[in-house]
C-alpha cells in the first residue's frame, strides 16, 4: 500500500502541514467529510476507512509548564479555543485541570469549583445541554483496586482561552456532577469519551482481559445515580488506558499502552454498534506510560502525552493523517 506521509515542518506553527499541491484538493474534502457527517454516507465511512492513517513519525514537544505536570493522564482539544489543549493529572493533583497550546507552552491551571479530584483518569470535549456551548467532561472514573461503589463525571462550559495567553489561574463554576454506577460490579476505568451526534457518555473498563464499554444515554441526569449500560466487549492487547470520539463522531480511538486502535463509524449506525467491527492499529510511538490520547479540533490527527516516570520528561506527539495515493 503506497501512501503520502503528511509531517508538521518548522514553522512558528509547529502543527501547520506542509502540504503538497496534489494533495490539497483530497484533504479539503477529507476534512469536510469530518466535519459534515451526514453527507457522504457509506461513502464517507469507506473513505475515511481508507485514508485515516497517521504519519508514523511524530512531532514531538517538550513542555515549558510550571506546575507540577508529572502524571498527566488525560488529553483534549478545545472545540471553542483556537491552538488550545486541555491535559490534567491523575490521582494526588488538586481540582484542576490545565490549558496548553500546541507547542507545549502552559497558559494556565484552571480550579473546578467545589468538586473533589480523587482519581482523574480522562478529559473530553464535547457538546451539552445548551446546543451553542462546548463542554468539558473531567472523568473522576480511577478505582485501582475496585473500591468505590459510585464515580464521577464532572460537566463545565469551556472557557475562553488565548493559545498566546500569559499563564492565569482561574475558577470554573457551575459544575454538574453526573454521578454513576456500574450495572455488574465496580471497576477501574480510564477512558472517557463523549459521541459529539448523540451526546451520550461512553466509559471503557480498563484491567480485564476483554474490556467492556459501557453508554450513559443523553440527557444523563445531576440530581441523582445513574446506571450505565453496559453495550460492548472488546479484547486488545491490553489495559485500555485513554480514548476519544473525532468531532465528527466518526471517527473512534481506544489507546492501551502499546497501541492505539481505530474504529470507522458509518454515517447513521450508533457508535457502540461500530465495536462490532474488527478494529486498525495506527501509528503510536510508546512512551513511558503514555495514558491520553485526543482527536485534533478538525479530526486531521491526534495527540498523545505521558506521564514521567522515573522523571522522563514528557513529550506532546501530534500524528497527522496521511493520504494514499
Known sequence: MLYQK????????????????????VCQVLKSLFLFPRTGALLTAVLVNLTLLAGDVPFSTEYTYAPPLDEISGIAVSR?????LWIHNDSGDQN??????????YLGAY????????????????????????????????DNQAEYDFKYIYRVREPYVDFNQSPLVSTISDVEVIKFQYPDGKRDAETLMVD????????????ESNVRVYRAPYP??????????????LNLDGQTVGGDISPSGLGILLKTYSSIYYWCRMSGQKLWQTFKNKPVTVPYTIEPQ??????????????????????NPAHL???PIMILK
Open 6 to 25: 503528511f509531517r508538521p515542518h518548522s514553522s512558528s506553527n509547529p502543527l501547520s502541514l506542509r502540504l503538497r499541491p496534489r494533495f490539497r484538493a
Open 196 to 207: 459529539p451526534l448523540t451526546k451520550d457518555i461512553y466509559i471503557v473498563s480498563k484491567r
Open 96 to 105: 484542576r485541570i490545565y490549558a496548553i497550546n500546541s507547542q507545549g507552552n
Open 220 to 233: 444523563q441526569a445531576t440530581n441523582s445515580t445513574i446506571t450505565l449500560e453496559h453495550v460492548a466487549t
Open 290 to 311: 503514555g495514558e491520553a490520547v485526543g482527536w485534533m479540533s478538525n479530526g486531521l490527527g491526534y495527540y498523545t502525552i505521558s506521564e514521567e516516570p522515573d522523571g
Open 111 to 142: 480550579y473546578i469549583d467545589d468538586v473533589s479530584s480523587r482519581d482523574w483518569e480522562d478529559i473530553a470535549v464535547g457538546p451539552g445541554p445548551i446546543d451553542s456551548e462546548h463542554y468539558i467532561y473531567i472523568g473522576d472514573i480511577g
Open 80 to 84: 471553542k479555543n483556537t491552538d488550545v
Open 317 to 319: 506527539y501530534f500524528y
